[in-house]
């Protein structure tokens, strides 16, 4: 083999490369190799579930609930799991918890949809001009700092002593925080990306919903989650301060109720139920549209 190399005056040699040595690859035998699959056994396929391990967690949870809420042996202000679901399993069969939670929740569905609706059109606009990017950021600025509860007042001034009040308060709560995150997610899409829908002829609208709006989902949803858990927190505290929707008997005014006559087994059932809803909706309606969006989409792990 040769090399050719330029001199400085422009004439060309050769040098004589040493040959390279001769390599074989010899077939091994699979004996010689090892082991090459191996079973883990049944716990480490068990705990490869997310939802095994999760239940673990929570059972353990349980069980520390009960081991200290029998230590203390002080019912009135710490009642054991074991009476909370008691108490939980009475309301729920003489229908007046499952009430209480069916009345919540459509307010809640109520507040937060007209919530998500109005971040929509405020993300629109702000993705589309500069006034409109202007003015999200100056509301966001104003208005996201600003506690719902502390808002209660002024919404039963002008709403009065109902459920539009308690609305009034969930969209204020939900809002900001689903705008921000989405038009963040929407800053975040990269040139490439809009590029690429560019290339395909894609403008306005399509653009929106081809390109903008799945590349910045993962944004989005967490935008949405939060906003999920902004709405529980105002509308049950709206309830348990003021009462607002004392008609309607909502999760909230069910814990003041008990509240005030001391039952703290059914106070704390109240609150059980609260976390109930939230793992449900969390590790079912969430999850679903993860698996089904930024799961499948390959943009989490």
């Known amino acids: 083999m040769a090399e050719a190399i330029h001199t400085m005056r422009g004439r060309t040699r050769f040098k004589e490369l040493p040959a390279r040595p001769s390599i074989e690859h010899r077939t091994l035998d699979a004996a010689a190799i090892g082991e090459i699959v191996r ?8 705990m490869a579930h997310t939802p095994l391990r999760r239940g673990l967690v929570l059972i353990a949870l349980g069980i520390l609930w009960e081991v200290y809420a029998r230590f203390a042996d002080n ?9 909370t679901l008691v108490a939980w399993t009475t309301d729920m069969s003489s229908g007046v918890l499952l009430s209480a939670v069916g009345n919540s929740v459509r307010v809640l569905l109520i507040g937060y949809g007209t919530a998500v609706l109005l971040a929509a059109v405020l993300t629109t606009i702000a993705i589309s001009t500069r006034i409109g990017t202007d003015l999200l950021a100056t509301l966001t600025a104003m208005f996201n700092p600003l506690p719902a509860i502390a808002i209660l007042p002024l919404a039963l001034l002008w709403f009065g002593l109902g459920l539009e009040s308690l609305i009034f308060v969930i969209v204020h ?24 829908g560019r290339n395909y002829g894609l403008g306005g609208l399509r653009m929106v919903l081809s390109i903008l709006i799945p590349a910045a989902f993962p944004s989005i949803l967490a935008g949405l989650k939060i906003g999920w858990a902004f709405a529980w927190r105002t509308l049950i505290a709206a309830e348990l301060v003021f009462g607002v929707s004392g008609s309607s008997a909502g999760l909230g005014w069910y814990i003041f109720q008990n509240r005030n006559a001391l039952e703290t087994a059914h106070v704390f059932a109240g609150l059980f139920t609260v976390i109930v809803i939230g793992l449900i909706v969390e590790g079912v309606v969430f999850r679903s549209i993860e698996a089904a969006t930024i799961r499948r989409w390959g943009m989490q792990n």
């Open 39 to 46: 079973d883990v056994g049944l716990w480490q396929r068990a």
């Open 75 to 83: 019912p009135l202000m710490f009642p054991s799991l074991s009476d």
């Open 173 to 196: 709560s939900v809002l900001w925080a689903v705008s921000l995150n989405a038009f963040t997610g929407f800053l975040s899409v990269s040139q490439t990306q809009r590029m690429v």
